[in-house]
């Protein structure tokens, strides 16, 4: 799919920027207070525990409310269904106090309902078990009061309750409902669902009990599936969507340049990097996998790909709490990656292979740059095209040598992807690459029972420090998210965590 | 021509049973599990190998394949893993977009390729001739994306005739969106069926017989549609027969540019995630329209030509 799109999107590069001047007004055949909204994709299944895609959890989000969730510029978790929460001094015991809220029939949201939504999430059928399986018991004292008790301290917990997996669901209706809840799910969140037109897209209403005063503002939203990027432009410039997500970036200035759409990039948790297996030679130096950080121009990397969107890396691990400001990327400098490759024994260079996913056209064209910088040090790679099932498999099996691949985070905390892209052994082995730092590994431990504050995160500013030396992969940028709205949305905006909060947003 | 039908359709069991082993044996020989992809990142051996067991993937192959084997017999076409919903039900409801684009622009085709085809033919090597087969093979040139996106910026932003993209909700307004890819797709079967059809009819009007009505008098109106058209037909048939099966799980890019929820983009997302009941079921599916399209091309060809019997 994406193969196709990224086709469609060089060829029609041209035409979409030869447009915006020639737009014509938007018709008002619309209600007002409804948003529309172009996303990329329909959504797969409004069941929380189900795996789920982007336009799935993004969706989610609307519908359901988790006890707390993270504060939009995601720094730290602000109340949710919770107004507030207490954890003990030994860690092992979380306290939450309920708001008063209604689900969208109206009934009360009940300490009952919290409990049994989270024994859900850590049962054998959530695909997200694992985020759930250090509780040890969910008590209700009282309607308003839930009692977690761990099996052993895990600070990460209220982070994976924020996480749109421990969306909170009327026990009763969704007993009643059985399998066909999710085909028309109720949740306490801002919106309901009014109908989900299959590949077409979601129309959600308002929920009249919204336990926020005076919002919703919008009377509804239409998530609208347009898969193609210049589909999407076009139909914002011809008003039929007042706002789109994923806008390509070639397109992104051209865009903005009538003065009736706004553009933006979002600055998400998504990091790029090329892997390295360290199992294999010469990845198993440390020299050869530092010498290939400094033989590529990451800033020239931004500037031909993304359009000068986008942040250098200093580690594989994107910008989030407790990121350390003061941890430099590695510079551009062919001179000390030579040096370092002969210092290896590797003064010719050496022949290799990159991994590429050819469903993602940024990666594709990535490989191409990346080869040509490898080059200059006397580094061949034969570029290994491969679907995205097949380029999954084949890193996860060790059979490879680089690969280009990308990282997202679920939740604000740096602990799912420090465990997913350094600690091993853990289900990931350092994300297949097979580098081990025992150091890392002491302090994923540690970091894990260690109270949320400065000495924790000191221990994820050493592991990254760690990770930025023993460089497992190649760093090379965090992409933003780019998006463009009609100069008559007032609010919208992509969070760090990529979804959007729509109960902010104003129609003019 | 009942018990012609009866026997085609008959022939569907052998060819569909051949198609369900190949495609599953296929799908198991590709790297990638739908388990471990739809886990992605969040998948330990434990979580993966949990899954697995749900999805019945644990399993010996041949029981596997017995278990697709009934679950085609039961209707369901199984169940897709990343849906989480019965194949049949996700079939059903893509199934009218892909159904309603090849009618539409099968009619549009048509509608295109007799009249053109016949005013090349009697215009041979004059400009109108060299007109449309100029037109033509530029438009069989245009990759149909490309094609899409010009129509879109012509007639849905400079000419806002259309809307850009999108399905519509009842039937003017779904004639109303469907109309520029419709229209793509029947450029790109015209272009065949023109050429094919002009062909066809210059070869039949240098016959004896056309001379003989001509001799007796018939006008150019009676000439073509009566001597010339039937007989002329046949070959264009079987071209728009072979495009048409080619639109039913082909139009992806179609299908994306102008966001039809259509058959073709739910198949290529279901090979990208391996997810082997919901690839298997439309393998299925796509093979049975298949074969009813080719039975409606020969039954048109009886139609078209009273000499052809089906037996």
């Known amino acids: 799919m994406t193969k196709l799109r990224s086709m469609i999107s060089a060829g029609a590069l041209a035409l979409a920027i030869g447009a915006p001047a020639l737009v014509t007004a938007p018709s008002a055949a619309f209600a007002k207070g409804i948003l529309r909204l172009a996303q990329t994709q329909d959504l797969v299944s409004l069941d929380p525990i189900a795996t789920s895609d982007n336009a799935s959890i993004y969706a989610q989000l609307l519908i359901f409310d988790t006890l707390l969730r993270p504060s939009k510029d995601a720094t730290k ?41 989270l024994k859900r999430a ?130 992104l200035q051209a865009l903005g340049r009538d003065g009736k759409i706004k553009t933006a990039v979002a600055n998400v948790f998504r990091t790029d990097f090329v892997l390295m297996n360290t199992k294999k030679k010469p990845f198993d130096d440390l020299r050869v ?220 | 021509m009942l018990i012609y039908i009866v026997k085609r359709l008959a022939q569907l069991v052998p060819v569909l049973f051949g198609i369900t082993l190949a495609c599953f044996l296929l799908l198991r020989a590709l790297p990638g599990d739908p388990a471990t992809l739809l886990l992605g990142a969040r998948g330990g051996p434990e979580e993966i190998a949990l899954m697995k067991q749900r999805l019945g993937l644990d399993l010996p192959l041949w029981r596997q394949y017995l ?30 977009a892909t159904l309603w684009l090849v009618a539409y622009s099968t009619v549009l085709a048509v509608a295109m390729t007799v009249p053109l085809a016949l005013w090349s033919a009697m215009r041979r090597g004059g400009p109108v001739d060299l007109a449309i087969k100029l037109a033509f093979t530029i438009v069989i040139a245009m990759p149909s994306f490309w094609l899409g996106l010009i129509f879109v910026i012509l007639f849905a932003i400079w000419l806002p005739l259309f809307p850009t993209s999108g399905y519509g909700d009842d039937l003017l307004s779904r004639l109303h969106h469907t109309t520029l890819p419709a229209l793509v797709i029947a450029l790109a079967t015209a272009s065949l069926t023109i050429r094919s059809l002009r062909s066809a009819i210059l070869a039949v009007l240098g016959s004896d017989y056309v001379t003989t009505a001509r001799a007796k008098g018939a006008g150019t109106g009676r000439l073509m549609g009566v001597h010339v058209l039937p007989n002329a037909l046949i070959s264009s048939i079987s071209v728009l027969g072979a495009h048409t099966s080619w639109v039913i799980g082909g139009t992806v890019v179609i299908e994306t540019v102008f966001a039809l929820p259509g058959l073709g983009s739910l198949f290529v997302e279901s090979i990208f995630s391996r997810d082997y009941p919901l690839i298997q079921g439309l393998t299925i599916v796509f093979a049975v329209l298949v074969v009813l399209i080719n039975l409606a091309t020969d039954l048109a060809y009886a139609l078209a030509d009273p000499r052809i019997r089906l037996e």
Do not use: C
């Open chain 1, 122 to 251: 850590g049962s054998d059928a959530s695909s997200w078990k694992r985020f759930f399986s250090g509780i040890e018991t969910i008590d209700t004292p009282d309607d308003r009061t839930v009692v977690l008790k761990l099996k052993k301290v895990f600070t990460p917990l209220l982070n994976n309750l924020a996480l749109f997996s421990s969306a909170i669901l009327p026990q009763k209706a969704f007993e009643a409902a059985g399998d066909k809840f999710f085909d028309k799910p109720i949740g306490s969140g801002p919106f309901t669902v009014a109908a989900w037109n299959k590949g077409q897209g979601l129309s959600l209403k308002k929920n009249a009990n919204y336990w926020q005063a005076g919002k919703p503002d919008l009377d509804g939203a239409e998530l609208m599936v347009i898969p193609e990027g210049n589909s999407r432009v076009l139909k914002l410039q011809a008003g039929e969507v007042d706002a789109a997500i994923d806008i390509p970036l070639n397109q």
């Open chain 2, 67 to 96: 278990l697709f084997l009934a679950d085609i017999g039961s209707g369901s076409l199984g169940r897709s893993v990343v849906h989480a919903r019965p194949v049949m039900q996700l079939v059903l409801e893509r199934l009218p």
């Open chain 1, 289 to 508: 996998r530092q010498a290939l950080n400094y033989a590529v121009d990451k800033e020239g990397l931004l500037k031909a790909l993304l359009y000068g969107t986008g942040k250098v890396s200093n580690s594989p691990m994107p910008p989030m709490a407790y990121a350390d400001p003061d941890l430099k990327p590695h510079a551009h400098d062919i001179a000390k990656a030579k040096a370092l490759l002969a210092e290896a024994g590797y003064k010719d260079g050496f022949k290799t292979s990159l991994l590429v996913d050819s469903g993602r056209p940024l990666h594709r064209q990535l490989g191409q740059a990346l080869q040509a910088a490898l080059k200059q040090i006397g580094v061949t790679a034969d570029i290994r095209l491969v679907e995205g099932g097949t380029h999954w498999t084949t890193t996860k099996s060790g059979d490879y040598e680089m690969a280009v691949a990308y990282a997202t985070s679920d939740t604000i905390d740096p602990d799912q992807l420090v465990g997913f892209l350094l600690v091993n052994p853990e289900r990931a082995n350092a994300y297949h690459t097979e580098w081990k730092s025992d150091r890392v590994n002491e302090l994923y431990e540690k970091e894990r029972v260690t109270a949320d504050g400065p000495e924790r995160g000191k221990m994820f500013q050493e592991i990254i420090k760690l990770a930025h030396d023993g460089a497992p992969s190649v760093f090379l940028f965090y992409p933003g998210t780019s998006y463009a709205y009609r100069n008559n949305v007032e609010g919208f905006e992509v969070l760090p965590t990529s979804n959007f909060r729509l109960e902010d947003v104003k129609l003019k």
């Open chain 1, 77 to 117: 978790l602000e109340p949710g269904l919770a107004e507030s929460w207490k954890v003990s001094d030994d860690g092992m015991t979380y306290s939450f106090k309920l708001r008063e809220a209604k689900f969208s029939d109206g009934t009360p949201v009940t300490a009952a309902d919290v409990a049994f939504s």
